[in-house]
Structures are given as structure tokens and as C-alpha cells.
């Protein structure tokens, strides 16, 4: 028989097996570029018949999304690229279009402007952004517009625009894996300079901060596991005397 000590206690468990699966999702995708950290939060749920007769229980109400600005780095590499400020790159997915800050592009074999998992960057007119072969000198604007040279030509010729979004609630999105991330929200297409050629955004997941948190969870839910094994034998305990005493 399970006491009720011992379903709070368990049900502080789950909450904190929850937590370890977040922070150890952000500690694993803390050199990911243009990730951003999750965290969650814990409510309590009070059960009883009267105020006097209550029982609180823990649970996790939400994961959120920690949109935070991640630090810039300079690559040299001309196809990257990082947003200064709020906004998403959006690109073609299996599933339709998504979202990214991830801007480590690159150009596929059917001269597609790609993500680093190979995901199509689409254009302001949600088309593939597509290069000739003979393409050089690539040249990325501050709103995203690509122009480059071609062949023996002197002149610049422009791709097209990156297409570049924010939403009404930058931070009400839903992670997919990685730095991808959806949301039913209607993107607002971001008309601000804020793309910066030759540069990546960081991960602005703190992995010291996240591991020191992981471990304080740790700890509590080891303790959550003591105290349910001596409550356990508690009620053993009772149950042996209450025999002995009705034999």
C-alpha cells in the first residue's frame, strides 16, 4: 500500500525526471548553433476534502522557450549568416514551412542555398533560393538580399531576398529538434537591417549554469527516493505491529 507522503513525493519525482530531460536536452545542444535553451516550470495541486484535509502534489505546467539573443561569431564564411535581434530564417521542411536562427547555409548539389541539415532557405516569395554554378563573390545585405557575379561579368545580379519573420510573441513557439521551431502564429515579415554576413549566432544555452542546475535535481530527486523508501517501511512497520497486535 502506498502512502499519501509517498505519491507527493513520487509525483515530485516525475516533475523532476521532466526537468532532467530539458536541461539535458539543452546541455547536449549547447554548441548548436542559433539554438535556444528551454526551461519548465513547477505548479502545485492542492486535493482534499477541506482545508484542514489537503494534500499538495507537484507537477510541471509547461516547457518554456528562452528566445535570448545568443552571442555572434564572426566565421569569414560568406553563405552565413546571424540575426541581430528578433527573427526567424524560414525554410522548407517535410513538414511545410519552419522556422530557424540557425544560419550556417550552405549550397547543395541542385544549387539550393540549404540549412546545415539541408532544409531549402526560402526567398520572400517562399521559393528556394537558387545559384548558378558560376556563380561568386556573394554578397548578403543587412535585409537579407543575396546578389552576386556570374562568369565574366563586372555587374551584380540579385537571387532574391532571404526571407526573414518575426511573430506577434517571438517566444510562443514550439521546438522540433535542434535549432528548428514551428508555431500556428502568422508570420510579420521583419523589414529592419538585421542580418550580418560572415557570422553565425551561438547556442545562448550557459552549459556550466545547466549542468550545476542538473545536479542540484539530481540530488533532490535522490532525496525524494529516500524519503519514499523509509516512508514505505513506516507503513510496513505499521502494518507488522498491527498484525502482531490482532494474532
Known sequence: MTSIPSLVLLSDQVALYRATDVIAN??????????????????????????????KFVYDKHTY?????????????????????????????????????NGAFQINSQGNLVTSNGMAVVDTGGQPILFPEDARDVTIAKDGTISIITGN???????????????????????LGGSVVTTNQEPIPVEDNIAIQGAIENSNVNAVSEMITLIDIQRSYERA????EQDNDRVRSAIDKLGQTTA
Open 26 to 55: 539543452n546541455v547536449a545542444n549547447s554548441s548548436t548553433t542559433g539554438f535556444k535553451r528551454q526551461g519548465i516550470t513547477f505548479e502545485t495541486y492542492i486535493a482534499g476534502a477541506s482545508p484542514r484535509q489537503t494534500t
Open 65 to 101: 522557450f528562452d528566445g535570448t539573443v545568443g552571442t555572434i561569431s564572426s566565421t569569414g564564411n560568406l553563405l552565413d549568416v546571424a540575426l541581430q535581434g528578433e527573427g526567424y530564417f524560414q525554410i522548407q521542411t517535410p513538414q511545410g514551412i519552419q522556422y530557424t536562427r
Open 153 to 175: 561579368d563586372i555587374s551584380r545580379t540579385q537571387l532574391g531576398r532571404i526571407s526573414i519573420v518575426k511573430f506577434a510573441d517571438n517566444n510562443n513557439v514550439t521546438v
Open 225 to 228: 527516493a529516500k524519503l519514499i
